[in-house]
């Protein structure tokens, strides 16, 4: 669990490291055609609201409170669309089964320290 202030910290971090990035287009195929709110962010603004001792992903509402900060934040039917089919997918990644040598991105920066890549 992390203060406003830690939050402040991590999303920086995110944005440095160009994890926000990498996240961003690993979810590229779940973003609609006329969609306003880019995935990568509304899962990391899901992430940040569950550092900051959220247990929902209605409580990026917390995030919402204060735009100057962290941005535009999704609505609450906005991120249920996102992670509900997200969910649906299990332990598949973007490109299917993350075991497969076929990586998303996404798997391959997270799993890239481990792996030597």
Same mark, same amino acid.
């Not at 962010?41 to 569950?50: H, P, R, S, T, Y």
């Not at 409170?65 to 089919?85: I, K, M, Q, W, Y």
């Given at each position: 669990m992390v203060s406003q202030a830690g939050s402040v910290l991590l999303a920086k971090t995110v944005r440095k490291s160009g994890l926000g990035q990498a996240i961003s287009a690993a979810l590229t195929p779940w973003r609609k055609p006329r969609a306003s709110h880019d995935p990568g962010?509304?899962?990391?603004? $899901?992430?940040?609201? /569950? *550092?900051?001792?959220?247990?929902?992903?209605?409580? #990026?509402?917390? +995030?919402? @409170?204060?735009?100057? $900060?962290?941005?535009? /934040? *999704?609505?609450?039917?906005?991120?249920?669309?996102? #992670?509900?089919? +997200?969910? @649906?997918?299990?332990?598949?990644d973007v490109e299917g089964d993350p075991r497969r040598p076929g990586r998303s991105p996404l798997t391959r920066l997270a799993l890239g320290r481990r792996e030597g890549a």
């Open positions: 962010k509304i899962l990391l603004d $899901v992430a940040l609201a /569950v *550092a900051m001792n959220g247990d929902c992903p209605a409580d #990026v509402g917390v +995030l919402r @409170a204060e735009p100057a $900060v962290f941005g535009p /934040v *999704a609505s609450d039917p906005t991120v249920s669309r996102l #992670v509900n089919p +997200l969910a @649906a997918c299990g332990d598949k």
